[in-house]
């Protein structure tokens, strides 16, 4: 069923539009840089799922997030350094036959994240 991710900006209360994210395979200490893109309007890949149904495997991926960058475009007042910069989730896909949704709900001081549906 795929992989996806949507970010919400929970300091602003809405999606975080133009964040950079990258999506990389891993394995064991080596990542390979997949794809990189900037969250659409509704803080979406604009060009849909990362992984269509059949193109999703088994394995360990990483997504990263830059939080700094996008409140700093945002005109927030970050300090130097940030106390989040890069926010960086390594997860597992066990059934790739199965949907993977990876939110991330953040501000300049927190984040979290699940798996959605």
């Not at 900037?38 to 999703?56: I, M, S, T, V, W």
């Not at 106390?83 to 199965?98: K, S």
Request: glycine residues 12%.
């Amino acid at each position: 069923m795929g992989l996806s991710t949507h970010v919400l900006d929970t300091m602003h209360g809405t999606p975080a539009a133009g964040m950079t994210v990258a999506l990389y395979t891993t394995q064991g200490g080596a990542a390979t840089l997949v794809r990189r893109f900037q969250l659409n309007k509704d803080g979406r890949n604009p060009d849909g799922p990362l992984y269509r149904d059949a193109e999703l495997r088994e394995g360990t991926y990483r997504l990263v997030f830059d939080v700094a960058g996008y409140f700093r475009g945002r005109g927030v007042d970050l300090p130097e350094p940030p106390f989040l910069d890069q926010v960086t989730l390594d997860f597992g896909v066990a059934r790739p036959q199965e949907h993977y949704h990876v939110p991330l709900l953040v501000s300049p001081w927190s984040y979290s994240t699940y798996r959605g549906s």
